[in-house]
């Protein structure tokens, strides 16, 4: 069962990303929710990739899976130049039959781009270099937008202090935190 967002139909989840110049942040709650029953609370939805790059999903558990290990798939293929990866995974997701059956988003960065993929094969670099995805993105997202603009802290502590927000608005986001940093 998938909980209805502003960021479309995708299981409940918070994810949000950060880059400031080269330094980027990238964190997501523990929560994993089937229906209205929390099912885990120490999930590890954000990842770094054996490239080098951050990668953070929101969607139903299988498809953000096949979704991640195709963009590293692509990473491979495009010598980890992230937004052809992106660009490319887009492409093929659009093309696919399968693919667009798949209910997951991803967030992707390095030290050079902050990248998200959607649901329908779109590729978005969003232009303040913040991007949340998930039931409780919109949240993180205006918490990390109000402290980039308000004060000097640092991509991860922005990370951090965004998804706390949105753990204590988002019933479907806890403070279990996992975040990783480039």
């Keep these: 069962m998938s909980h209805a967002s502003p960021f479309g139909p995708f299981h409940a989840t ?3 990303a950060v880059k400031k110049g080269s330094a980027v942040a990238m964190g997501g709650d523990g929560q994993v929710t089937h229906g209205h029953t929390v099912l885990k609370g120490n999930a590890h939805k954000v990842r770094k990739l054996k490239g080098g790059q951050l990668v953070g999903f929101a969607g139903s558990t299988a498809d953000a899976f096949t979704l991640m290990e195709r963009f ?4 491979e293929q ?3 130049n992230l937004k052809r990866a992106a660009v490319e995974l887009a492409k093929e997701w659009r093309k696919d039959k399968y693919l667009r059956r798949l209910e997951a988003m991803l967030v992707a960065a390095d030290k050079d781009a902050l990248i998200l993929v ?3 094969g779109d590729v978005v670099e969003p232009e303040d270099g913040i991007v949340a995805i998930g039931s409780g993105g919109p949240y993180a997202l205006a918490a ?5 603009k308000h004060s000097k802290l640092a991509p991860k502590d922005v990370v951090v202090a965004a998804l706390k927000e ?5 019933i479907y986001t806890n403070a279990n935190l996992v975040v990783e940093e480039l």
């Design 14 to 16: 918070t994810v949000i």
């Design 72 to 75: 590293e798939g692509k990473l």
């Design 78 to 80: 495009f010598k980890n």
């Design 118 to 120: 959607t649901g329908q």
């Design 144 to 148: 990390a937008r109000a402290l980039a």
């Design 166 to 170: 949105a753990a204590e608005i988002c």
